[in-house]
């Protein structure tokens, strides 16, 4: 199979995203006055400068760092890996110079972060019975699309790009359960939506989404009016234009690029959703594995009580301190 080929594969497997980063390096490559090989010919040596290049030249620029955030270049050195096993299946003779590769090799990579991390870093917004209520009754056009969308990922606590993958076989009307792709843990696990849900999932399959005309041949339980598949830039604006709407988005800081970084994202569904199951008394093992997080201490960022529910919770649990 030719590199397009590999490229359109890897793309309809992992999405545009592992595609995407493929090809800027397949760029990358072609451009470099010093590493200009094919593709198909790089070493270990041309990853580990590629990823040098993404700390070193990337988009974020703010109080002196440089570079993509270590998350995004992990999921460029991911998405690679994941083109060179693509070739291989294909039965490319191709090696994959990405196996003993890091991002922790890279010196100064813990340092890198991006503005919105700084901005946000420790605070997960969690948003009130009201707000969601709110959320819900002003979403833009077409409403019912997108009204799913944001309950959908309330319910499931779905990553905006693990919600853009989320195919019709993937979805088990009868037990409400969704087979998901993990963007982080590169793995399936097993989510579930509500049953009042089922009359906003049954309307739109069944009725709103044929109205699309990629509808037919698209797999993805969302796609756009042009595309098989939602974009993830598209699912941000669905949550952030519905909190404007409502009158309960704030603007908290700028990015690099002077872009508004605004309170109400994708990941305040998420970060809700999570929340309120542990509020619940959901067990952070039983939670790390719905959220899909890699290690429990990702779960247990969630865990952040305030100085009265801690003595609640030493009220509730006076026994201990029965020993007189």
Known sequence: MEVDGILLELERSRGRRYAKHAEDFRAWLDDHETYSVDVSEASEGHIRAYLRHLRDEGAYLQDGDRGYAPTTIHLALVALSKFYQTASDFGGEIENPCEEVTVTDLDGIRKVQSRKSKAIRGKHVILDDEEIRALCENVPAPALRNELIIKLMLQTACRRGEIRHI????????TRKIKVFGEKTDDYRVVRYQSRLKPLMAQWIDVDRNAYAVAEKSPY?????????????????????SAKNAGIQEVIDHNAAGQPIHRITCHALRSTALTRLLNEGMSTRHLQQYAGHSQVSQTEEYLNPTDEEVLDAIDENRDAFDFE
Do not use: A, G
């Open 221 to 241: 339980l969302f796609p756009s009016r042009q595309s098989e598949q939602i974009s993830t830039d598209r699912l941000n604006y669905i949550v952030t234009q």
């Open 167 to 174: 195919r019709l076989q993937d979805i088990d009307r009868d």
